[in-house]
């Protein structure tokens, strides 16, 4: 609980620190996403009544935006490129293993905190093409059959371990 105030002390800093600027909710709004990893709707309305704009301006920006958030994200984020590279060598079914894998669907996060599964256009591997990224480690020339071994490498990961 404790670092929830401190992460809220933060934010009413942040806001402080922009307050007067002209175009103050864009970088509020990151400062929100990096202090609690996501922009959920208690953040948004502290948002709004710091920089005395209504809710549904400060929701309305952050949906917009791919950069942020409302729910919070997985300790793997992992992104399958569906450019176009990629997605002619097979990215979807790679998108679609993985999906079936975790039990989640596109944009989703497991139950369990450890995995969110996002579809992003170029990484900027084509040549690696199909890729996908987990927290910044890329995997080329991917299958779907190569899949579960990945998977199964972050699933037995100590907690510690990055």
């Known amino acids: 609980m404790d670092d929830e105030r401190a992460k809220f002390a933060e934010l009413e800093k942040l806001i402080a620190e922009h307050k007067d600027q002209p175009g103050a909710l864009m970088p509020v709004l990151q400062g929100a996403q990096g202090i609690f990893g996501y922009v959920p709707e208690d953040v948004q309305k ?96 991917l299958t779907p059959d190569a899949v579960p071994a990945i998977i199964d490498e972050y699933k037995n990961k100590a907690d510690d371990e990055e």
């Not at 948002?47 to 935006?65: D, M, P, Q, S, W």
């Not at 992992?78 to 944009?107: M, N, R």
Request: aromatic fraction near 10%.
């Open 46 to 141: 502290v948002i709004a009544e710091g920089l005395g704009v209504t809710l549904a301006e400060v929701y309305g920006v952050a949906t917009f935006y791919a950069q942020f958030s409302l729910y919070p994200k997985g300790k793997y984020l992992i992104s399958v490129c569906l450019g176009t590279a990629c997605y002619v060598k097979g990215s979807q079914s790679v998108l679609d293993k993985l999906s079936k894998i975790l039990e989640i669907p596109v944009g989703g996060t497991t139950p369990d905190g450890k995995f969110t599964l996002e579809a992003t256009r170029c990484l900027g591997a084509c040549g690696l093409a199909p890729v996908m990224m987990i927290n910044g480690r890329v995997y080329g020339r």
